[in-house]
Every structure is written in C-alpha cells, then in structure tokens.
C-alpha cells in the first residue's frame, strides 16, 4: 500500500489502442500471446540509401499528406473537420484510442465533458513533419502568410490542445515532454493528481507519428537499427542488437480514483500502485553505464507502491535495442533484483512494436495492464543469442500463459529522465 | 498576384467539384474574376463545420458565415489563408473586418484579386 496521504488508490479501468501490433484490444493481445511482431518494410523520403529501412507501422491510417484533407482512418472514428483542422497525424490516432479507451471503460463522451473532476494529460513531441512545413512556407513568403492552424498543430502541446477541446476537458489538462518517458511521465502525475484528490479521473493520452520528419533525425545520432529483417532489427537483450527500431501509433489509458469507479460499476484492468523517476545527470542522450538514474527509479517506484523487489513477478524493460541502453538497463535491473534474491520474468515489448518515442510509456503501461488482466505474460520472441551483460536475466522468448501479479514498467528518455510503474492486479 | 504565376490544377483544389476547379482555371487564363465564385463556395463549403448545414441544403449569398453557418473566427482565418495561398495575395486583418455574409465574402476576394490583377499588371 503506498504511504500516499489520503489512502486514494487509483485504478486502470478503460484502455485504447492504435499501434503496430494492433488497434483494438483483441488484436493487440492476440500480437502480445502469439510474439506477432508488427514491424514492416518503409522507405523514407523516396530514397532507398536511407538506412532506416523497417518499422513500427500503423495500419488502416493514412497521414502522410501535410494535408489533414487528405488523411484517412478507420470509418468508425467520428472525427470532425472542425476538429481534424488543428491536429497533427499523431493527434489522429490519439483521438481514435482516446475514442477506444472512453468505449472500454463504458464512459460516453459526455460522461467527461465539462466534469471538473476529469483531466487530459498527454505525452507528444509535437509533429515535426508539420513543424517543418509550415516554416518552409513562412520562409517561401517571407512571412507574409501562414497556416493558422499551423501553431496548434505542430508544437509538442498538439495534442492537449486538440483533445481538451474536442472532449471539452474541464477537470485539467497538461502536457509532457521528456522525449521517450514522456507517456510514462503524464501517468505517474496523473496518479498523483488522483492521489491528492485533485481529480477523480484522468484520460491519459501517448502518442508519436512516424514519418522522415520524427525518425531520421535518430538515424543521423547513429541510433537506429539498418536491418531489413524485422527479427533482427528489434532484437533488445540480444548480443547482436544494432540499434532502435521506430514505432507510431496511440495508446490511453482510463485512470480512475478507486471508490469513484466502484460507484459506477467500472471493470478494472490492474491498480496503478505507485510509480517513481531519477535521472542520471549524465549524459544528453546515452544511458547511464550502469543504469544509475534507471536504478534510483526502480526503487523509489517500488517504495511509492510499497512493495519489495522479491513481490515483482514481471517487468516490461525499456530495452529499445540499443547496444548501451539495454546494457545499461541489465546491470540496473540485476543491481535491484540480485540484492533481493529476486528473479522476476524480464521482456521487452519493443521487439514486437518497435520503440514509438513519446508514446512507449503508456503503450507498455496498457500492455501490462491487460496481460495482468488477461493472464499472460510477454516474451522475447526476437532474441536468439542473450548478450553476456543480461545473461542471468529472466528473458524467455516465448510468452507465458500466467499473469504477473506485481508489474514494474519501465522507461527512460533522452537527458537521462528514468521514469518506473507498478502495476498491481486488482483483487475486487 | 500575377496570373502567370499560379499554377495549373492547384493541390488546394484536388478534392474540389469539377466546377470549381474548371473556374480558377478560367481565371487563371483569362483573368475573369467573375468565374471564381464557384471557387469561393466550394472553399466556404470546405471549411464550414460539417454539421452546420442540413442534408440537401443549399448555399445562399445572405447567409452569414458564423451565426448561420457555424463559422469561428480559425475556421475564418483558415478560409483567408486558403484564398491567400491559392492566389498568392496577402489579406490584411482589417480588410475582413466587413465580410460577415457569403455574398460579400465573394465580392470581397472578387474585388482583392481584380484589383491585384490591375496592381500587378501597371
């Protein structure tokens, strides 16, 4: 139980998915159980010399166009002109899983809007893509004119604004930036805003788009994987790891105070049991050697949920695939668990999804959330050869027909931000 | 603006009626201002929230673009950049102060651009 003043738990009661292994529920879990990767061959900037060459992709979207006109998303996703003028593509799918998430936790719309006790908190870099042509245009006219949807559109608020409008969030709404534990950043503050009573439920909201714009700029920090073979691109704890694959879509997440939705009768996926962050102070954009920050966040989570390491039976690793970064998360997580005597099942989920950027917080917060709810657990369906640095880790290829009981979720983010879950199975 | 210098079947008019883009390109090369408004209709009806106006009805130049038709001031400011952008003018604020009807939201970028026509052309 979390030493947390007030004695409010917080519960995960609606989930939303739009992501490369899936954009429901179903097919999302079906991907996790089965290891179905959702990496898929890409081509950036109609030039085959790019070294990026699979990806995390979304299906059944189109947002390549700079045009929203032009964009297209599945047919029962009513989305407004109105409100498709001021978004980014990632704001799409955010709007098709936040859609998603309030349908699963049996709320309409109408059930949060103008409620004061209902918040937004979303995680979103902005649109790069976007960002870029609108300056190009300024530049072209020398000022003169501009798209007015330009601004709201592209800064990395796209999608507080977008949302909080079209949903008419009242409770509050914010947004995160902490590059990739950014998702994970808005649940933990969200967990506190229910914990202090501040409100009673908060939507919240990751997201990335995937396009040259966002994902080549990775390429140039020499941080993407160049293989074509998707198993061998997303391959994290495995020696021969090279890099990073990337991923776009949309994941949201229903957080609700405990007793509000009893009242209502909601089904609960897992309690949000307590969440902590350190950083490194190290380095811009590498991981700490040993996972430093990373260790401090993993402790300070567990003591915020009041458990101990030995009562972890699962933990989804940030594990991106790059040679320092999951290193670095190895020695971290066997600093934390060897101590204990603890041995808890390791995976990482990127290996099926790719690394989605802002939106990988909360996209494994709703992973573990519903393999706690459904009874399984991920595995490591692309790692062949255990690299020696994660070699006493618990990483099995295969995924487990048993839920974890006890999560911790990891993620970390540029400028060492390190940010961890614990997710507890709720008992009704 | 110069006409010389807009291009042949705009991407701004890709999704259009065949009517409005059939229009610009007569004006674009013969000049005729006075095609354009199956253009500017086109353009109001692209950028009014969709559920402002009932199935079947009809565009009338009286109509007021926010009291009648749903307009807010970005949806405006959308509609003015889409003018700018497609025929390369600039629209300053404090000419669309009297634009608040359909017809006089034609007559105004009719006027602009005639006007640019003869700007340009001296």
Known sequence: ?428 | MSLANLPASPSQLARYPVEARDAYERFRTTGDVAALSPVILAAVRDFMPKRSLGVGMELRSDMRLMEDLGYDSLAVAETVFFFEDLFKVRIQNTELMAVRTIGELEQFVIKKLADNSKTSSA
């Open chain 1, 1 to 428: 139980m979390s030493s947390f003043p007030g004695g409010r738990r917080v519960l995960i009661t609606g989930l939303g998915f739009i992501t490369p292994i899936g954009n429901d529920r179903t097919t999302v879990s079906a991907s996790l159980r089965a290891g179905k990767h959702g990496l898929a061959p890409v081509q950036f900037l109609g030039n085959p010399q790019v070294p990026v060459r699979v990806a995390g992709t979304v299906k059944d979207f189109s947002v390549e166009s700079t045009s929203p006109r032009e964009w297209s998303w599945p047919s029962r996703y009513d989305l407004p002109r109105e409100t498709l003028r001021g978004m980014a593509p990632h704001g799409v799918y955010a709007f098709c899983a936040i859609q998603q998430a309030l349908a699963d936790a049996g709320l309409k719309p109408a059930d949060v809007a103008n409620d004061d006790q209902t918040g937004l908190f979303c995680a979103s870099a902005g649109s790069a893509m976007l960002m870029y042509n609108n300056l190009a245009l300024m530049h072209a006219v020398r000022g003169e004119r501009g798209n007015p949807m330009g601004v709201v559109s592209s800064i990395a608020g796209t999608l507080n604004f977008n949302l909080a409008a079209h949903f008419k969030i009242t409770g509050a709404v914010c947004g995160f930036v902490s590059a990739c534990a950014s998702a994970s950043h808005a649940i933990g503050y969200a967990c506190d805003e229910i914990r202090l009573g501040r409100l009673k439920r908060v939507l919240v909201v990751g997201a990335e788009e995937l396009n040259a714009e966002t994902l080549l700029p990775f390429a140039a920090m020499r941080a993407l994987s160049p293989q074509s073979d998707p198993k061998l691109a997303s391959r994290p704890f495995d020696a021969g790891r090279d890099g990073f694959v990337g991923g776009g879509g949309s994941v949201v997440l229903v957080l609700e105070e405990a007793s509000f939705a009893a009242a209502r009768g909601a089904s609960v996926y897992a309690e949000f049991a307590g969440w902590g962050q350190a950083a490194d102070g190290y380095s811009v954009a590498m991981s700490h050697p040993v996972g430093a920050g990373l260790q401090r966040a993993m402790a300070r989570a567990l003591a915020d949920a009041g458990v101990g390491p030995q009562e972890i039976d699962y933990v989804n690793a940030h594990g991106t695939s790059t040679p320092v970064g999951d290193r670095a998360e190895a020695i971290a997580l066997k600093t934390l668990f060897d101590a204990e005597g603890a041995r808890p099942v390791i995976s990482s989920t990127k290996g099926l999804t790719g690394h989605p950027l802002s939106l990988a917080g909360a996209m494994e917060a709703g992973f573990c959330a519903l393999a706690m709810c459904e009874g399984f657990t991920p595995g490591n369906p692309h790692l062949v050869n255990v690299d020696d640095a994660c070699a006493d880790l618990l990483l099995p290829r295969e995924s487990l027909a048993t839920g974890p009981s006890m999560v911790l979720n990891n993620s970390s983010g540029f400028g060492g931000s390190n940010v961890c879950h614990v997710l507890k199975r709720w008992a009704t």
